[in-house]
């Protein structure tokens, strides 16, 4: 009952998040929000002219701004809009700076950790039952690796993982970033759908990759962890690991239901090299259990001959189990690390693998972080350097696969890494340079 000019006066005192809350409220507080007088003279005092000869005090540009031709040939809505353009532009603005400077040894932008906090990106994660209810979840907590960053979510108050039918992790990102700091979530704020996973069966469709005295982990993929109370087929805790590689991309182009799709890569030829894209390839591999690292190396200058390419795979040999002098001792445990509100542990014989293949431009060309297990393999050791078990990880996607060979030492309680390969698929290798292996 309230009339519409008291309203615009009200709305007049509020800032820009505040008001485009309020015009969630009603269709009439949505089009008094629309108010082109209030909007012009928000982003007058955001966005000033850049030559100003001399000064107005506020109630003389109220005054001006709301009698001035510029709102009467507007219609409602066009400096809402031309606010949020600019906010979201300066913004952009920024964090392409951030992300311009690329470390050598990684491919990756140096700045990553910065450009995100820049953008006030998040993660969360949605639950969908079987009735089409969503249950939003919002990270408890992040740890930044050198190429990639692991998410956690843990809570008291998880739905029952019988009623729920899928999971979409989402990276959002708020309207106005630099009005929307700090844990405030009740703001406007941007999703991207960044991967979906099902739910359904889960214990029977999902691979099983390590358990503790309270928990089983499931691994789905790509790069989320889910832990399960054991014996109460609970959700105890949600885990994601989350590549560098076109992270922000993949954060923030994206919509709440439809991923952003990357840019394929546009080969160029050459004709002179007779083993062009088989050479020159660098790997850099983190090792980490979530939040401290395990093992972290760069290799250089790999390579396959034509001859070695067996099974539609090109074989790059990093780690010889002859070559005593490149062998790698893991430090610390090896495990992954969970934690409750109440509760944290350690998952034994499991990691987070971060694997950054970069071409010979030093382009990333394949890039992951996924979860891994270590089994114990039955081949005995020929090594006669080391006394004691060999334990394998495997890993395998579309685009190739990691073999690592681990040996634990007893004496002095550690492993090391006495084998690692990489199997790259002819399809992207060919794919990526225009060949035909």
């Not at 066009?78 to 906010?87: A, D, G, T």
């Not at 979906?196 to 069966?201: A, V, W």
Request: hydrophobic share 35%; with cysteine; glycine share 6%.
């Amino acid at each position: 009952s309230m009339p519409s000019e008291m309203l615009l006066k009200i709305f007049s005192y509020l800032d820009a998040v505040s008001l485009l809350c309020a015009g969630c409220v009603s269709k009439r507080f949505y089009d008094l929000a629309n108010d082109n007088g209030i909007w012009l003279k928000l982003y007058s005092s955001c966005f000033p002219p850049k030559r100003m000869f001399w000064k107005i005090n506020p109630a003389e540009t109220e005054t001006i701004s709301l009698g001035c031709a510029t709102l009467q040939d507007r219609r409602p809505g066009y400096w809402k809009k031309e606010y949020i353009f600019r906010q979201i532009a300066a913004v952009k603005t920024r964090v392409m700076q951030l992300v311009k400077p690329v470390d050598p040894q990684t491919g990756l932008p140096c700045k990553n950790r910065e450009a995100i906090r820049a953008s006030g990106l998040s993660w969360i994660i949605v639950l969908k039952d079987k009735n089409g209810k969503e249950h939003v979840m919002e990270q408890a907590d992040l740890s930044f690796k050198d190429t990639s960053v692991t998410i956690f979510w843990y809570s008291a108050y998880w739905p029952c993982l019988n009623i729920l039918s899928t999971l979409e992790l989402c990276g959002v990102t708020p309207l106005l970033p630099d009005q929307n700091r700090g844990t405030n979530t009740n703001g406007p704020r941007r999703r991207s759908l960044i991967a979906k996973y099902s739910l359904s069966n889960l214990t029977n469709t999902s691979v099983a990759i390590g358990a503790d005295k309270l928990v089983q982990i499931f691994y789905l993929n790509p790069g989320l962890l889910l832990g399960l109370w054991k014996g109460k087929n609970e959700i105890a805790f949600v885990t994601a690991s989350l590549h560098y590689h076109q992270l922000l991309e993949r954060s923030t182009l994206g919509s709440a239901t439809l991923q952003y799709v990357l840019s394929p890569n546009e080969p160029v030829l050459d004709d002179v090299d007779p083993e062009y894209g088989l050479h020159d390839y660098n790997l850099h591999l983190d090792m980490h259990s979530g939040t401290h690292t395990c093992m972290c190396g760069t290799f250089k200058s790999l390579f396959c001959r034509k001859g070695d390419i067996q099974n539609g795979y090109l074989r790059l040999t990093v780690v010889s189990v002859k070559d005593n002098a490149k062998h790698l001792p893991i430090i610390g445990t090896v495990g992954l690390s969970w934690r409750t509100d109440v509760l944290k542990g350690n998952v034994k014989d499991c990691y987070l693998m971060d694997v950054t293949v970069l071409d010979e431009t030093r382009k990333p060309f394949w890039c992951f972080s996924a979860p891994v297990s270590m089994e114990l393999s039955s081949k005995t050791s020929g090594l006669y350097d080391y006394m004691g078990h060999i334990y394998t990880t495997e890993y395998a996607d579309s685009e190739g696969k990691v073999s690592v060979d681990l040996v634990w030492l007893e004496e002095t309680k550690e492993y090391y890494v006495v084998s690692l390969v990489l199997y790259i698929s002819t399809k992207k290798v060919n794919s990526w340079y225009g060949t035909n292996y």
